[in-house]
């Protein structure tokens, strides 16, 4: 079960809190990875990370040195993260924006 604190806060019916996602594998965390992650946290208030799972990274030919679980662990620690999901797919981005109300997507190069 995925709980989520409800920050929003409403004007009319247009919704002033933006939900912000982004997508990695984020082994062997680095500034480079927290530098994305506070940029990301900048464009909204609320940041969702689609984190890789084991059996995902396999799929597209990733070997993570870390597990799901301490990776997950290792992003839930970090200020600038909400909300750490699993990424099982390739197709399930349009879910996820559509789940999580999603308003910016950041994908890195």
């Known amino acids: 079960m995925i709980l989520m604190i409800d920050k929003t806060i ?3 019916e247009e919704n002033i809190m933006k939900n912000v996602l982004t ?4 082994d062997l ?3 480079g990875h ?4 506070k940029r990301a946290k900048e464009l909204g208030d609320y940041l969702i990370v689609a ?4 059996e995902f990274n396999k799929i597209k030919g ?6 799901f679980k301490t990776r997950k662990e290792m992003l839930e620690a970090i200020r ?10 390739w197709t399930q981005k349009i879910e996820d924006i559509k789940k999580y109300k ?3 997507t950041v994908m890195r190069k």
């Open 102 to 104: 999603v308003d910016i």
């Open 62 to 67: 990733k070997k993570a040195y870390n597990d």
């Open 10 to 12: 409403k004007k009319g």
């Open 23 to 26: 997508y990695g594998t984020f």
């Open 51 to 54: 984190l890789s799972t084991d």
């Open 80 to 89: 600038y993260v909400d909300l750490v999901i699993p990424e099982n797919s």
């Open 29 to 31: 965390l680095h500034y």
């Open 34 to 37: 927290i530098r994305l992650l």
